[in-house]
């Protein structure tokens, strides 16, 4: 697909107030925001990441009796080194702590609240990227509510090491406990901003010559001619419903994941795993190009 040409210049900027994203401060000198949204995460990696990437306050670990000791032999190292407190319960009491059904692996720890990066500081961190070799690549989900699909959907960004996600503040989930286990760590490492309007931000985002590409089954494009070397912003709709009319309007194009089988659609998760591998797919062959040139 040919590059569409762009009147609007790079260095324009359009102001906070209508983009929608809300200026926060925080009296901590930590980039992140704290947030209500979650105090327990449970699960042997969803642990052991937070206590890896040490980027949140770990209060107190606990560990069920008779757990696997070879599977907790570094949580229990790192809380050590760390600090961090942790006591041995029985295996009933720690399942009263989580959701019902719920695996926590014989694990859970209590932490400070989930963080949300600042919205206009990922904004800035991706135009600065604009200026290298290496272009941005980030997620905006259209209301994902199901808090699986979401930790999924952080576990496929952190692997592709793009560069973070925007989410609605309303009608969508947030990070929560369900989210960080699905994860598998993930939400310990992927920027997570929170936006009130999504349409104004992908307008901010076009004002940056950042390429806004919404998915679709309609679409007439199959992903893989998608020029994804170019600064990218990869939308994904809500489970069911898709992208909203508007914000599908507003997109730079649309592109489909072909279909072979009986089913017409791929869980949102899995779809935010193909497109973003087929963009590192793409970027990793141009550079091989690049060298060997």
């Known amino acids: 697909m040919k590059k569409k040409s762009r009147v609007e210049s790079r260095e324009s900027r359009v102001k906070s107030k209508e983009t929608g994203i809300e ?16 105090r327990l995460i449970y699960g042997v990696l969803p642990v052991l990441e937070a206590l890896r990437a040490e980027n949140r306050r770990i209060e107190k670990i606990i560990v069920a009796e008779g757990a696997h000791e070879k599977r907790l032999a570094e949580i229990l190292f790192l809380a050590r080194k760390n600090g961090v407190p942790f006591q041995k319960t029985a295996k009933e009491n720690l399942s009263k702590l989580v959701e019902n059904g719920a695996n926590h692996q014989g694990v ?3 932490i400070a609240s989930a963080d949300y990066y600042p919205a206009e500081k990922l904004l800035g961190e991706i135009y600065q990227k604009l200026e290298t070799d290496e272009k941005p690549l980030i997620v905006i989900l259209d209301g ?20 973070g996600v925007f989410i609605p503040e309303r009608r969508a989930v947030g ?3 369900t989210v960080a286990k699905s994860s598998a760590g993930a939400a310990e490492y992927v920027k997570v901003a929170k936006v009130t309007n999504l349409n104004r931000l992908i307008d901010e985002l076009k004002e940056h010559n950042i390429w806004v590409v919404g998915t679709s089954g309609e679409a007439g494009t199959d992903y893989t001619d998608w020029d994804w070397r170019m600064p990218c912003a990869l939308i994904l709709g809500g489970e069911g419903k898709g992208l909203h009319r508007l914000t599908a309007e507003k997109c730079d194009a649309l592109v489909k994941i072909p279909m072979r089988g009986r089913i017409e659609s791929l869980n ?5 795993g193909v497109i973003l591998f087929e963009a590192i797919r793409q970027r990793v062959q141009s550079l ?3 060298v060997q040139s």
Do not use: M
């Open 108 to 110: 859970t720890a209590y």
């Open 268 to 272: 949102v998760s899995v779809a935010a």
């Open 288 to 290: 091989k190009f690049k």
């Open 144 to 163: 994902v509510e199901d808090p699986r699909n979401f930790g999924a959907i952080l576990r496929a960004i952190e692997c592709a090491g793009a560069d």
């Open 23 to 38: 200026r926060r401060k925080s009296s901590s000198t930590d980039s992140r925001i704290s947030t209500p949204d979650s």
């Open 175 to 177: 990070l929560t406990e």
